[in-house]
C-alpha cells in the first residue's frame, strides 16, 4: 500500500469518503471501518500515528452523542461516529504514506489542478506549521516582544483606560504591521527567484501509475458500484 503513486492514495481516500456518505447503516459503516484499519496496519501507519486516531475516535464519540441529545435515535448517534471515523482515519494513510512534493506532482500533472492552488493545499495540510502564515508565528511573538520593551525604554505605558491602552498599543501595532509587511515582500521575492508560477515547471519525481495501481483503481472503481448497489437495492 506504501508503494502506490500519491493519484491512486487520493483516489482511495476520496473514495472511502464517498462510501462513508452513501452507507448508512452501522454494521456497513464499522465494516468500512475495519477496512480503514487493514489500510493503516499494511501501510505501517496505525502504530505510528495511535494518539491521532485514538483523538479522532474521542472527537467521533463526541459527535455520536451531540447527534443522539438532537436527533433522540441511538442508531443516528451510532452512525454519525463511524461516519466520522471513517472519513477521517483513511485521511492519516494519505498524509503517512505521500509526501507533499509528490502530493504536489500528482495534483498538477494528473489532476491538472494549478500550481498554485495545489502548493496552498499542501502547504494547508502540514501538521507542523498548519499554514505558511503560522510558520513565522513565533518571530512575530519574538518580533512583539522586541517592540514592546524598545517602546517601553521610550516611556510608552499600555496603561489607563480601554480607549488609552487601545492608543498607546498602536505604538506597537504599528511597526509590528510594518515589519510583517517587509517579510511578506521578502517571502513573495523568494518564491518569484525560486520559479514560482512558472509555466514551464516540471517535477523530478516520476509519479505517474503502474501495474499494482491500475489493479487498486479497478478495485475502488468496482467496490464504489458495489456500494452504491447496496444502498439504492439493499438499503445498506
Known amino acids: 500500500m506504501r508503494d502506490l503513486v500519491p493519484i ?17 447503516t452501522p454494521i456497513a459503516l464499522l465494516i468500512l471501518l475495519l ?14 500515528n495511535i ?17 443522539y441529545i438532537g436527533d433522540g435515535s441511538l442508531e443516528a448517534g451510532y452512525v ?3 461516519r466520522m471515523v471513517d472519513m477521517s482515519t483513511i485521511f492519516i494513510y494519505l498524509l503517512g504514506t505521500v509526501r507533499l512534493q509528490h502530493l504536489t506532482a500528482a495534483m498538477v500533472e494528473q ?11 499542501t502547504a494547508g495540510v502540514r501538521f507542523l506549521p498548519f499554514t505558511a502564515g503560522l510558520r513565522f ?6 518580533e512583539n516582544r ?9 516611556g510608552v505605558e499600555v496603561k489607563g483606560s480601554f ?6 498599543y498602536m505604538a506597537i501595532v504599528r511597526p509590528l504591521m510594518l515589519r510583517s509587511l517587509g517579510r511578506s515582500e521578502i517571502m513573495a521575492l523568494s518564491l518569484e527567484l525560486r520559479g514560482f508560477g512558472s509555466k514551464d515547471r516540471t517535477f523530478v519525481d516520476n509519479v505517474s501509475p503502474h501495474g499494482l495501481d491500475y489493479i487498486m483503481m479497478t478495485f475502488i472503481v468496482v467496490a464504489t458500484i458495489s456500494i452504491v448497489y447496496l444502498r439504492i437495492y439493499l438499503g445498506y
Open 163 to 168: 480607549i488609552k491602552k487601545c492608543k498607546h
Open 111 to 121: 489532476l491538472k489542478i494549478p500550481y498554485e492552488y495545489a502548493f496552498m493545499f
Open 80 to 82: 454519525s461516529a463511524l
Open 51 to 67: 494518539k491521532a486516531i485514538v483523538l479522532i475516535f474521542i472527537f467521533s464519540i463526541l459527535l455520536g452523542v451531540v447527534e
Open 137 to 142: 508565528l513565533p518571530d512575530f511573538i519574538e
Open 35 to 48: 477496512f480503514d484499519i487493514l489500510i493503516l496496519l499494511i501501510s505501517k501507519e496505525f502504530f505510528k
Open 8 to 24: 491512486t492514495k487520493i483516489m482511495l481516500t476520496v473514495s472511502v469518503a464517498v462510501w462513508a456518505i452513501t452507507l448508512h
Open 146 to 154: 522586541i517592540i514592546s520593551e524598545a517602546q517601553a525604554c521610550r
